[in-house]
């Protein structure tokens, strides 16, 4: 990536590199709160109710809003719906996961009942340990 005989960096390593910043916080917060995985099934995790709770709603509302993306062509003045996904469809733009489904011991997602119900949180809410 940057060798000693290296006067700056490869374009396409640089290029990669840029999207860390981002989510980089994820990633090092996931080493942290790896230790709260186990074997257990995600079934014994608590209600998603606390899920949405956390956003300040209740699970119906939640619901009706997720992440998605779309994509649009413009062509002759008429506008064309090219695309779109949700849910694990956005997990190729999601840049945490990308590193981690490459990681040995990948996501590493499975909790105990007490548990985070994800453990991830937004980038200025872990603990700063």
């Not at 290296?6 to 590199?17: F, H, L, N, Q, W």
């Not at 009706?64 to 002759?76: H, I, K, N, T, Y």
């Amino acid at each position: 990536m940057f060798g000693p005989e290296y006067t700056a960096g490869r374009p396409a390593c640089s290029a990669i590199a840029d999207g860390f910043n981002g989510f980089v916080v994820h990633l090092a917060n996931h080493v942290r709160t790896s230790d709260l995985n186990s074997s257990a099934e995600a079934g014994n995790q608590r209600p998603l109710a606390e899920w949405a709770a956390t956003t300040g709603t209740d699970w119906a509302t939640y619901t009706q809003e997720a992440p998605g993306m779309s994509a649009f062509a413009l062509d002759d003045d008429v506008i064309y719906h090219t695309y779109s996904t949700n849910a694990r469809g956005l997990d190729g733009l999601w840049g945490m996961y990308q590193w981690l489904d490459r990681a040995p011991q990948g996501r590493n997602e499975a909790r105990t009942p007490d548990a985070p119900l994800n453990w991830f949180r937004r980038h200025d809410e872990y603990d700063s340990e």
